[in-house]
């Protein structure tokens, strides 16, 4: 199990929101590139870096500082916050990252992902299915994508989304519960046993929640996000890669 330590930026500061909220910002540091320096001195292989001024507008996406970490400190990242265009991907390609998470631009504009999956390869890219519960009175009560920074739910459901792209060779997808972002009560491991059950050819990573080893040992999924646990002192990476090794062989 590949264990991603997590960096959220806003103007070159290390934050976490709360359920993806900017009203309720933690900051936990102006140095993120001694952050991840840190991170790979305890033996992380990968670090996960979302560029909150990026998904505000992407006018302000912090290319240089994406550079900076990957050259410095010598990690895989896997980054996103805001993808908009085929061009924002070729930019964060060229800037070193090794995958690009691609959001809500892929349900309102389905056909333009799936032609970048053909032009980066499936590899490069990794699609958040940030999901919310929904039980609309037209619909059957699910988990649906958010969309726009996590602000609204679409109308379309978590199956159908990973069904879309399930045809271009999609891979890796990064699945959130919003309700639980941030807030450090414990991974919905349910959902993701049962996007694993319905989608066993993905490599899903999980995300939201996560507050103790335990929660890392109950997950059977490929990779985990790790944030908030970190930088509150819940556990050390150390112990989390420990596991994620123990692991590697059950995914």
């Not at 909150?52 to 410095?72: F, H, M, S, T, V």
């Not at 990973?162 to 959130?176: P, S, W, Y």
Request: aromatic share 6%.
């Amino acid at each position: 199990m590949i264990i991603y330590p997590a960096i959220d930026l806003i103007e070159g500061a290390v934050v976490r929101l709360h359920k993806g909220d900017f009203a309720q910002k933690t900051t936990y540091g102006s140095n993120p590139v001694e952050v991840a320096c840190g991170y790979r001195e305890a033996g992380a292989g990968w670090l996960h870096l979302v560029d909150l001024d990026g998904a505000k507008n992407p006018q302000n996406r912090q290319i240089g500082l994406l550079g900076e970490i990957i050259g410095a400190s010598g990690l895989k990242v896997q980054t996103g916050g805001g993808i908009r265009s085929r061009a924002d991907v070729a930019a964060l390609a060229e800037a070193g990252a090794s995958r690009i998470v691609i959001g809500s631009l892929a349900v309102r504009e389905p056909e333009t992902v799936r032609e970048m999956f053909a032009e980066f390869g499936r590899e490069k890219i990794c699609l958040a299915a940030d999901v919310m519960w929904g039980e609309p009175e037209d619909d059957e009560a699910g988990y649906y994508i958010a969309v726009s920074g996590w602000q609204e739910a679409s109308a379309m459901k978590l199956s159908q989304f990973l069904e879309i792209f399930g045809e271009v060779g999609l891979r890796h997808v990064l699945c959130t519960d919003i309700s639980r972002d941030g807030t450090m009560t414990g991974c919905n491991t349910a959902l993701y046993e049962e996007v694993k059950t319905s989608f066993p050819a993905i490599q899903l990573q999980a995300s939201g929640g996560v507050s103790s080893l335990g929660d890392l040992e109950a997950l059977s999924t490929h990779g985990v996000i790790i944030g908030k646990a970190l930088y509150e002192g819940a556990f050390g990476l150390g112990e989390a890669l420990a596991i994620g090794r123990r692991k590697a062989g059950t995914c």
